[in-house]
């Protein structure tokens, strides 16, 4: 038998079923601050890593992971045609890291309506485009047919562009284009999207490739660029590494090299941004445990107190000062252990609920989103747990020293 065990066990059951002991708010008070704390570490994580992986999905789903252009594109929308050659397709592809490569068209425009105009860009898309991120974002209508017949010319505009506007599914508008000569189109709306990423959904209106190539004069194999999707966003900048030195060696039919640049080189801004709240994450999660292991401190030391004259029993038959410590340490881990359990029901609770019912809404103006977002991982759940048991039991160990302080005769006279 574990004796230590068995003595920290008895303890345990007896203080839950006398609440006349001093120990007892205090003990109460520990479980309460560990499970708030794991509580809010695991809303915490779940919230901030949600938030990126929303935030970042958006700014990808409109850039792709990778885009390769001419190097002598500036950076208006205008930018130097290349051509995107099965040999070029056949070269992204055969990378293992590289799920999906696509080409596209863009160019700025102003749409006239009878009441306003706006300045919008313009994306041509083929038929390797990947509509998973719009399909995801479609409120109205549906994807652009490439092949319909009717003669129309299909755009899917946002709900920002819509209202502003004053369009809606069906409508046709009228796009005028900056060059020589200036030039005309007339689309109509086969659908309308909303991100709440004002930056973007204020700008883009996705259309037929064809019909921007057309507006170019160009060629069919000439385009803006072509984007790449890779597999594994972790080895983003590793790909893309690996694929500026291979593109900037390769030429096209018309002699210019390509250009490579990930995501995160195109928006610095918004990936610095998310990678500042990574420091929040460790901010919380630091003050958290500290909280919890403090107040279980403060509570080990209450039952040490309270036990004083079951330490110096123990000690006059013999007990060494490390058996006894691990009779408190086996204590402090079944409080540390109900705290926890507490702490993942209320947690995963409530994230679960979030999840789900989304009751917590936001400003998508101010934070993109419409609603607090919530990526439940188990892994970074079983992390927290693991951690907050680990260091709150190593924080135990100072506390329980004091037992080495109680001798038999003074805790004859304690009371």
Not at 12 to 17: L, P, R, S, T, V
Not at 83 to 98: G, H, K, Q, V, Y
Request: glycine share 6%; with cysteine.
């Amino acid at each position: 038998m574990n004796t230590e065990l068995f003595i920290a066990k008895r303890i345990y059951k007896g203080d839950k079923k006398n609440e006349k002991r001093v120990s007892s708010p205090a003990i109460k008070f520990a479980i309460a601050g560990i499970a708030l704390g794991l509580a809010i570490m695991i809303v915490a994580v779940c919230i901030i890593i949600g938030f990126k992986k929303e935030i970042r999905e958006k700014v990808i789903g409109f850039g792709s992971h990778i885009q390769i252009t001419s190097f002598d594109s500036n950076s208006s929308y205008e930018h130097q045609p290349i051509a995107f050659s099965d040999t070029l397709r056949n070269m992204l592809l055969s990378n293992p890291e590289i799920a999906h490569a696509q080409e596209f068209i863009t160019k700025p425009g102003i749409i006239k309506t009878d009441e306003d105009f706006l300045g919008i860009v313009l994306k041509g898309i083929s038929d390797d485009y990947d509509w998973r991120f719009f399909r995801k974002n479609l409120i109205e209508g549906d994807i652009i047919n490439l092949n319909d017949t009717s003669g129309a010319n299909p755009a899917i505009i946002s709900q920002n562009i819509a209202n502003k506007l004053h369009l809606k599914l069906g409508d046709n508008f009228t796009t005028y284009f900056v060059q020589e000569p200036v030039r005309a189109r007339r689309f109509i709306i086969t659908g309308i999207y909303e991100t709440n990423f004002e930056d973007y959904d204020k700008l883009y209106v996705i259309t037929d490739a064809k019909i921007l190539s057309n507006l170019n004069d160009w060629e069919d194999d000439m385009v803006s660029g072509v984007e790449v999707l890779v597999k594994d966003y972790n080895k983003l900048d590793q790909t893309a590494q690996d694929l500026f030195f291979e593109m900037s060696t390769y030429k096209d039919r018309f002699g210019n090299a390509l250009y490579t640049r990930s995501i995160k080189d195109i928006n610095p801004m918004i990936f610095n941004w998310l990678n500042l709240l990574d420091m929040n994450v460790w901010v919380i999660l630091i003050l958290m445990i500290l909280v919890s292991g403090f107040t279980t401190i403060s509570g080990l030391l209450i039952i040490i107190l309270e036990r004083t004259n079951m330490i110096g029993m123990l000690k006059s038959m013999g007990a060494r000062d490390f058996s006894i410590r691990k009779v408190f340490l086996y204590l402090s881990a079944f409080l540390i252990g109900q705290g926890m359990l507490w702490g993942n029901i209320i947690g995963l609770a409530f994230c679960l609920l979030q999840k789900n019912f989304n009751i917590l809404k936001l400003d998508p103006a101010t934070y993109y989103l419409s609603a607090v977002p919530i990526d439940l991982n188990p892994w970074y759940v079983i992390l927290l747990n693991v951690g907050t048991l680990i260091v709150s039991l190593i924080m135990m160990i100072a506390p329980s020293y004091l037992v080495a302080k109680i001798t038999p005769a003074k805790s004859i006279r304690f009371e």
